[in-house]
T-cell receptor
Framework: DAGVIQSPRHEVTEMGQEVTLRCKPI?????LFWYRQTMMRGLELLIY????????DSGMPEDRFSAKMPNASFSTLKIQPSEPRDSAVYFC???????????FGQGTRLTVV | RKEVEQDPGPFNVPEGATVAFNCTYS??????FFWYRQDCRKEPKLLMS???SGNEDGRFTAQLNRASQYISLLIRDSKLSDSATYLC????????????FGQGTELSVKP
């Protein structure tokens, strides 16, 4: 298995633009997590899904952020409109169960200028 | 108060030293515990799970104290390759399997 695949790896965009981050979890994993990492705040859990259903989105910072998981093999995190303070590394992770190890993608480094 | 708290460090130690990291968590419903390792500009990866009775994996020993809501990681005979950030992680079952990371403790092992 290729592991968790995220795209793009790097994204530079102008303030106000829409940004879409993509994630393909490991096949067979029931859980999918979206995290944001910054130096100041560390790894923050934004939202997570179980069997494609959002379980907890309390970490989503604002209405500008939305996430979907239309099927077991694909998820998106969208920011519209983007702001400079959204600049961070966004990680997607998947896990086979509630007690299983979480496997991370390589992350998307987002810069909003 | 953060749900998972760690001393951010950095810890600067010489090769061969023993170093200990501590972590506290606030949610008593936390059920599973882990230590992850993150190298610079890379994704976090599982180092080891933490069991109630404590567990050891080579030079690494993890301990859990549920009463005090405290987790520790001990690294013996540290190597240059141990330099990384170590993340304390808790999973909360009654919130549907929520996986919460601490901010991480940075370790730098010097020759």
């Amino acid at each position: 298995d290729a592991g968790v695949i995220q795209s793009p790896r790097h994204e530079v965009t102008e303030m106000g633009q829409e940004v879409t981050l993509r994630c393909k979890p490991i096949s067979g994993h029931d859980y999918l997590f979206w995290y944001r990492q910054t130096m100041m705040r560390g790894l923050e859990l934004l939202i997570y899904f179980n069997n494609n259903v959002p379980i907890d989105d309390s970490g989503m910072p604002e209405d500008r952020f939305s996430a979907k998981m239309p099927n077991a093999s694909f998820s998106t995190l969208k920011i519209q409109p983007s702001e400079p303070r959204d600049s961070a590394v966004y990680f997607c992770a998947s896990s086979p169960s509630r007690v299983g190890e979480a496997f991370f993608g390589q992350g998307t480094r987002l810069t909003v200028v | 108060r953060k749900e998972v708290e760690q001393d951010p460090g950095p810890f600067n130690v010489p090769e061969g030293a023993t170093v200990a990291f501590n972590c506290t968590y606030s949610n008593s419903a936390s059920q599973s515990f882990f230590w992850y390792r993150q190298d610079c500009r890379k994704e976090p990866k599982l180092l080891m799970s933490v069991y109630s009775s404590g567990n050891e994996d080579g030079r690494f020993t993890a301990q859990l104290n549920r009463a005090s809501q405290y987790i520790s990681l001990l690294i013996r005979d540290s190597k240059l390759s141990d330099s990384a950030t170590y993340l304390c992680v808790v999973m909360i079952y009654n919130q549907g399997g929520k996986l919460i990371f601490g901010q991480g403790t940075e370790l730098s092992v010097k020759p």
